[in-house]
C-alpha cells in the first residue's frame, strides 16, 4: 500500500508584500504621483483615464493603455499629504489569482532633497493555493511591486517620458522574445 501526502495549503489571505525605494525628489513632488484626483497622477501623465466614479466618494476608475480591456476600480481609504496613501484595488476582468488588493504608499523625507516611499501591498487570493502556486504569485507580485515603486522613482526624478521611454523598451524586448505582454 502507498501512503500520499495530504497536499498543504497556502491560506487565501490576507498576505502582505512590503517593499522600498528611495528617491531624489521631495515628498512634495512625489506624492502627487499616487494621489488620484491630483491632474499630475502618474497614470493620467501616461495617457491612463483616471476619472471619479461618482458611486461613491474617493473612488476612481482607472483604465490604462496597456490593458485597454480591463478597469480597476480604486477606493482610497488613506489620505495624509504628503506622509501616506491608501487605496483598495478591484479589477475588472480578474487578473490571476488575486481577488482583493489593498496598496499603501507611506512617504518619509529623507535628507534634504529626498524621500523614501515605503508600499505595502496586501492581497487575498480567491482560494487557498498550494505552496507552488503561492511562489508563483509572490514571485510576480513582488516584481510588480518594484516595477511600480521603480517607475515612481523614474517619473519623480525624470519626468513622464523617460518612463514611456523604459515601457517601450520593456514591450520591444517581449516582442523580441516571443512573448505576448497581454
Do not use: W
Not at 2 to 21: D, R
Not at 51 to 69: C, K, M, N, W, Y
Not at 71 to 81: K, M, Q, S, Y
Not at 141 to 165: D, M, Q, W
Request: aromatic share 8%; hydrophobic share 40%; net charge negative.
Amino acid at each position: 500500500m502507498v501512503a500520499t501526502a495530504k497536499k498543504v495549503m497556502v491560506p487565501a489571505g490576507p498576505h502582505e508584500f512590503v517593499m522600498q525605494i528611495a528617491i531624489g525628489r521631495p515628498v512634495g513632488e512625489v506624492y502627487p504621483l499616487l494621489d488620484l484626483s491630483d491632474p499630475r497622477h502618474a497614470k493620467r501623465q501616461l495617457g491612463g483615464r483616471l476619472e471619479p466614479t461618482g458611486s461613491q466618494p474617493r473612488q476612481f476608475a482607472l483604465i490604462v493603455s496597456e490593458l485597454p480591456d480591463a478597469v480597476f476600480t480604486l477606493t482610497v481609504t488613506h489620505e495624509a499629504p504628503e506622509r501616506e496613501y491608501g487605496y483598495t484595488c478591484e479589477a475588472k476582468p480578474l487578473f490571476g489569482r488575486v481577488a482583493r488588493s489593498h496598496e499603501h504608499y507611506a512617504l518619509h523625507p529623507s535628507g534634504r532633497d529626498g524621500c523614501r516611499i515605503v508600499l505595502t501591498h496586501t492581497v487575498t487570493f480567491g482560494a487557498p493555493l498550494c505552496h507552488q502556486a503561492y511562489g508563483l504569485e509572490a514571485m510576480m507580485l513582488t516584481f510588480a511591486n518594484y516595477s511600480a515603486l521603480s517607475k515612481i522613482k523614474l517619473h519623480a526624478e525624470e519626468g513622464a517620458e523617460a518612463v514611456r521611454s523604459l515601457m517601450a523598451a520593456q514591450q520591444a524586448a517581449f516582442e523580441e522574445i516571443g512573448c505576448d505582454a497581454d
